[in-house]
């Protein structure tokens, strides 16, 4: 299957580290916009432990994809 990923990339921009920047910087504005408008109006502030928290929970799920991704 990771040929098959890879190929599809490659095609897509001619090259998958060129696709795979792509995709991160769409992730990164449709999750950027998309975070900004949880919080509006709400009064929610972000604690010293909501940021912790936060911080840990994505290193933990990233690692897991990574994790994931060589099984």
Do not use: C, Q
């Not at 990339?9 to 916009?33: E, N, P, Q, R, S």
């Not at 912790?52 to 799920?61: D, K, L, P």
């Amino acid at each position: 299957m990771d040929g098959h990923v890879l190929a599809w990339m490659a095609a897509a921009t001619g090259h998958h580290w060129v696709t795979h920047g792509v995709l991160d910087i769409i992730l990164f504005l449709v999750l950027g916009w998309a975070i900004s408008r949880f919080n509006k109006g709400k009064g929610i502030e972000i604690t010293p432990k909501r940021l912790i928290f936060s911080i840990v929970g994505s290193v933990v799920v990233s690692g897991l994809i990574i994790f994931g991704f060589y099984i």
